[in-house]
């Protein structure tokens, strides 16, 4: 059974630019949630994904996006990135309406 | 809006001694669940304990165990026998029951440090 798995664990991008982030969910879980954890912050829920479908989002502008693939993997996008963006960014899996969420390691982003 | 408040930046443990980490939460919900995970400088948040508000009986696992006051909403970690792979940051974090996401709500977080 493979765990949740994040990629890249870092990257440096300048303001305005665009990134996306990438996790694999756990073996057997349809459900991604993605998380932004600013620097001393807890994390900060931006979304979830189910069934390929965005069903829940935080306080966060339309800027962030997202997708969730048929193998239940998904994607973090952020367009015009500001130096706010600056986080680490954690994408958690679990079973639709499962109580346990299983994180990855992150992906830590930096804007300059 | 549910709040999750951890009032202690920093706490210090000696080695296999017991210390206790608070945090209050604000919600009108009556079904609800909460958790404690642990985030150490590898970064991957790891689940410590959970409770659901339903239940009475305070939950327990290994050496960490949780005193859950609902009426005061507060819900505080204590951690017996500390050993060094104990320090990290730990997080409180709140759920609501059922609802169409897995929403958890976080503190702030404590830092645990575990003296030798």
């Known amino acids: 059974e493979t765990g949740v798995t994040q990629s890249p664990t870092h990257l440096i991008k300048t303001r305005g630019q665009q990134v996306t982030l990438r996790c694999s969910s756990q073996s057997g879980h349809n459900t991604v949630s993605w998380y932004q954890q600013a620097l001393g912050q807890g994390p900060q829920f931006i979304f979830q994904?189910?069934?390929?479908?965005?069903?829940g989002r935080g306080n966060f502008p339309p800027r962030f996006s997202g997708l969730q693939f048929p193998n239940y993997s998904s994607e973090l996008n952020v367009n015009a990135l500001e130096l706010d963006d600056s986080a680490l960014y954690l994408c958690?899996?679990?079973?639709?309406?499962?109580?346990?969420?299983?994180f990855g390691q992150g992906t830590r982003l930096t804007v300059v | 809006a549910q709040t999750v408040t951890q009032s202690q930046p920093e706490m210090s443990v000696q080695e296999a001694e017991t210390v206790t980490l608070s945090c209050t939460y604000d919600?009108?919900?009556?079904?609800?669940?909460l958790f404690w995970y642990k985030q150490p400088p590898s970064r991957q948040m790891i689940l410590v304990i959970r409770q659901e508000a339903y239940k009475q009986q305070n939950a327990t696992e290994n050496r960490f165990s949780v005193n859950f006051q609902k009426a005061a909403k507060s819900f505080s970690l204590k951690i017996s026998d500390s050993q060094l792979g104990d320090a990290a940051m730990y997080f409180c974090?709140?759920?609501?029951?059922?609802?169409?996401?897995?929403?958890?709500?976080f503190g702030t977080g404590t830092l645990l440090a575990v003296q030798p």
């Open positions: 958690a899996s679990s079973i639709h309406g499962n109580t346990e969420a299983f």
């Open positions: 974090a709140y759920r609501n029951y059922g609802g169409a996401t897995n929403k958890l709500i």
């Open positions: 994904y189910y069934r390929e479908e965005e069903n």
């Open positions: 919600t009108s919900e009556s079904d609800y669940y």
